[in-house]
């Protein structure tokens, strides 16, 4: 027995431990799981339970290599039950996709081999002899994370409502990948006498240069009366499913996980005081946020229809002190989905913008219907900050959107967001910031500071740490890029936003992309 720890040990140490990465353990065990399934089950019980994955498989590397469309993204817009957007941009493929099944069912049958050939059994022996060792001298986590274990965990653990991530050592709480336990040490010296009212509105593809501030076509509602807007901004990531994440966060584009271990800015402010509000008729899993009181509608309705009696219910909370964030929808396609018609200042007709995805010859029907969901989130906007304005004590209202959207902008062709590549136009956003007098008199400095900063460059991580600025919180920040807006000038600095976990690129190279594939210009030189 000692014999065997001592063996046992030895290959802990002397292979595991040398191994950089988790990663390159999960992958030998997946790979030993594959074999061994290959070695002991019936060939056509195999061929069955991988072909949809196979199938899956090259689909999405497929469109992710030919077409620049991240399905992965769209299977988590169809987990949050809008299953309209995963057709709209699934639909241009469906020939392609169905060629690709042909292709693999065709393979299989030509793969289907005779039963078990003579060195069968010496593999089996040889599997299950290396199975054991890797047993011995890997972590059980190796196995757990392991594919397809880990997918049949996610599988089941998601069937208990448990979005297939541990549960933490706490009952009746929800699992999150986040510190609930992390407060980003923050403090506050001196909070006024007077209630305050923070509200956070995170916003959903819009595009800077669609609002009346920023060039877009005055019939469009403007931003709030004496708010700031910046015209100059971009966005963590082109998806929601890591922007968001990002935004509410402290890590960087680029970072490894979807969502950040990081608790998000909400704790800082319920350190400082505050009861803390999220509202979101996009669902909690796309961003994990730790506030004490949460709602998610899930029920496809307009965002003011959802929000503002959830927003109404919060102001009319006795706290004296509150942050409250809303997850709105604002202009994700269909864009028809986010206005009512009657409302809208531009004419759209349906038979040219309706189903599928923009063409060069319905694209004036495109920009229509887009701009008439950008004027419905300027009203959320003027609403929200209507309410704020007949609240006693300071308030303060900030916007951005998640990401923007590419409507055929270049001679790339390119449609929508969260594709293989981001682009200038999809990461290029706006924001806004509004405070009512209250504020405004008590921080004429602060003010005098957004004001001066209203053209200068900016990234998303840029919003937290202002919001959290209005509201004189100090707290632990542990990045050197981000600018506190109310504080001072916006320094020299390279903006990036995130590919992919562990991958970024930068604005300039952004740019240098669109200017490259200009519509009607001849091959530039240099690109």
Same mark, same amino acid.
């Given at each position: 027995m000692a014999r065997a720890a001592a063996v046992a040990q030895l290959l802990h140490?002397?292979?595991?431990?040398?191994?950089?990465?988790?990663?390159?353990?999960?992958a030998l065990v997946s790979v030993w799981i594959v074999f061994f399934a290959w070695a002991f089950l019936p060939q056509k019980l195999l061929l069955v339970l991988t072909f949809p994955l196979l199938l899956a498989g090259l689909v999405v590397v497929g469109a992710d290599l030919l077409f620049g469309v991240d399905l992965i993204e769209l299977v988590t817009v169809w987990h949050t039950f809008h299953l309209g957007e995963v057709i709209a941009a699934v639909q241009p493929y469906v020939w392609t996709i169905a060629v690709a099944i042909f292709a693999i069912a065709a393979l299989a049958a030509l793969l289907w081999s005779p039963p078990d050939s003579p060195t069968r059994p010496a593999v089996r022996i040889g599997l299950v002899i290396f199975g054991l060792l890797l047993a011995i001298a890997l972590p059980s986590a190796s196995w757990r994370g392991a594919w397809p274990v880990a997918l049949a965990g996610a599988v089941v653990e998601g069937s208990l409502g448990n979005a297939g991530i541990e549960l933490p050592d706490r009952p009746n709480v929800r699992a999150s990948p986040r510190n609930r336990f992390d407060n980003w040490q923050a403090k506050r010296e001196s909070p006024p006498l007077t209630p305050e009212t923070y509200v956070f509105v995170i916003g959903e593809s819009v595009r800077a240069d669609r609002l009346p501030a920023c060039g877009g076509r005055p019939q469009i509602t403007a931003a709030p009366r004496e708010a700031i807007v910046f015209c100059d901004v971009i966005s963590g990531s082109s998806s929601t499913h890591t922007s968001v994440p990002l935004l509410v966060s402290r890590d960087l584009p680029g970072h490894n996980e979807r969502v950040p271990h990081d608790a998000t800015f909400l704790k800082a402010f319920e350190a400082a005081g505050f009861e803390t509000f999220w509202f979101g008729v996009q669902e909690r899993s796309i961003a994990w946020p730790d506030a004490r009181n949460q709602v998610y509608e899930s029920v496809p309705q307009l965002d003011r229809t959802a929000l503002l009696p959830l927003l109404d219910q919060a102001l009319a909370k006795p706290s004296q002190r509150k942050i409250i964030v809303l997850h709105a929808y604002n202009v994700h396609a269909p864009y028809r989905e986010r206005y009512k018609p009657e409302n809208a200042p531009f004419a759209v007709d349906p038979a040219k913008a309706t189903g599928g995805v923009p063409e060069r010859a319905s694209i004036d029907q495109w920009w229509n219907d887009y701009d008439n969901a950008v004027d419905e989130t300027m009203r959320l906007l003027e609403d929200v900050t209507a309410r704020l304005q007949s609240q006693t004590g300071a308030a303060v209202v900030m916007f951005t959107p998640d990401h923007a959207e590419n409507l055929l902008d270049d001679a790339r062709g390119l449609r929508f967001h969260a594709l293989k590549m981001p682009t200038i136009w999809d990461t290029? $956003? /706006?924001?806004?910031?509004? +405070?009512?007098?209250?504020?405004?008199?008590?921080?004429?400095?602060?003010?005098?500071? %957004?004001? #001066?900063?209203?053209?200068?460059?900016?990234?998303?991580?840029?919003? $937290? /740490?202002?919001?959290?600025? +209005?509201?004189?919180?100090?707290?632990?920040?542990?990045?050197?890029?981000?600018?506190? %807006?109310? #504080?001072?000038?916006?320094?020299?600095?390279?903006?990036?936003?995130? $590919?992919?976990?562990?991958?970024?690129?930068n604005v300039d190279q952004l740019r240098a992309q669109a200017e490259c594939n200009r519509p009607g210009t001849t091959k530039i030189p240099g690109c």
């Open positions: 140490t002397g292979f595991c431990e040398r191994l950089d990465a988790s990663l390159a353990q999960l290029s $956003v /706006p924001g806004v910031i509004w +405070a009512n007098a209250t504020w405004r008199d008590a921080n004429p400095e602060k003010w005098k500071t %957004l004001e #001066a900063n209203r053209v200068a460059p900016l990234m998303h991580m840029d919003f $937290v /740490p202002t919001l959290l600025g +209005a509201a004189n919180v100090r707290y632990r920040e542990t990045r050197s890029q981000p600018v506190d %807006l109310t #504080a001072g000038p916006v320094p020299p600095r390279t903006r990036f936003t995130q $590919v992919r976990a562990g991958e970024t690129v």
